[in-house]
Structures are given as C-alpha cells and as structure tokens.
C-alpha cells in the first residue's frame, strides 16, 4: 500500500512539474539562428507566463497514454476544456522567444521571437492595406470577415473598425530567410503560448563526434 502511494504521489509530482513548471525539448530547425541552434537543449519555463491547464486528456502527461488507443483518441478530440492559465511572473514581452502550438497543427510546437503585440480591447482599423494582416486575428476570434464591393464586413455588417476580445502576438523567426511564421499564419492567440525560452541548458553539433560535439559555450547560455 506504501508503495502504491509512493507511486501515485510521484505520478502526480511529475505531472505537476511538466504542466506548471516546465519541460525540456531540442531545437530541431534553423528558423531561430544564429540565436538557436540545431542540437539546443533548452527549458520550457512555464511559470514565466503561468502554465496552461490541459484542453483534453492527450494534453496531460503520462495519463495520455490512454489516447494512443484509437477510438479514445477519436473521443478525446471532441474535448475542448475551457481555457485557464496558472497565475505567471509576466506577460509575454516584445523581444521574447516563446514556444507555441502552430495554428496549422496544435500538436506541432514552434519556437520564434515576439516581433508585434495587439493587446486586448485594441481598436483595429480595416481597410484593403491591412485586411490580410487581421484576417486570421479576427477569424480565429469566431468573428466574420468579408470584403464586397470595396467595402469590408465584420459579422455580416459594414464595418472598418474591430475590437479585440484577447492579446495577439507576431511571431518570427530570427532567421527570417528560412522560417514558417506569422507571415504566413498570422497573428498567433494568447492562449497558444506554451512557455518562454531564456537559457540554453546544453546543444550538441551533430556534424561532429564524441566530445567535439559539445557546444561547451553553450552550457547554461542565457539568451
């Protein structure tokens, strides 16, 4: 009996920690350099910003295991629990390098930079210069948009103004020549940021063998 609790304690300390607190993850593009490198080991620091509680069960940490059956995964995303973040140091910055689920595939995560902030209850003029910018923004708000005739239409009204109902970011990569970012999907929602990155813990090179693929000025690197 001892030992079952022990266990189920543990269980619980692990989850906590990957929810609440962080995780690790390498860095497996060049999107992000010369800042990231291919081969980074990094700390997703979750308490930064406050973690997110899970939205389905293949979300929480050793119990979505379960989801890897077939069927339970099918049932498993038709959940969409309410959103809720942990209480965090402070509010993503500009400048900050963040880790968030893809708008094309919440389970692909993607590591950029913070180049552009759109606050909640932000007033957005829309007009043919800036329609393709807020479109996504707007759309991923369960708003309509829609341009007719030289006129644009918020939820089937005329309109050129637009209030934001949450925080969006633009997100980039460092290495603009060789990164998928906002760019391409737009603006990305408060709600898809998973942590910040500010220290490398350690990277390899894998170009190279043995200890000569230690990053040795990389260990502990703050970025």
Known sequence: MRI????????????????????????PSGSMEPTLLCGDRL???????????PKRWADIPLLN???WIRPLRIADEQNHWKYFR?????????GDIVVFNSPMDERVWLVKRITHIIPQGDTLAINKETLNSYRSLIIREGS???????R????GKCDSLYITKHTFYFMEGDNRDNS???RYFGYISED???GKFDRVLYSFDSDKCGWKSIRWKRIFEKL
């Open 4 to 27: 079952l609790k022990g266990t189920i304690l543990l269980v619980f300390v692990c989850v906590f920690i990957r929810i609440a607190v962080g995780k690790p993850c390498v860095v």
């Open 43 to 53: 700390w997703i620091n979750k308490l930064a910003y406050g973690g997110r509680l």
């Open 65 to 67: 295991v379960f989801t």
């Open 86 to 94: 942990l209480p965090g140091f402070t509010q993503p910055q500009l």
């Open 144 to 150: 309509s948009i829609a341009k007719y005739r030289n």
């Open 152 to 155: 644009i239409f918020i939820n």
């Open 180 to 182: 998928h970012d906002s």
């Open 192 to 194: 898809a940021i998973v």
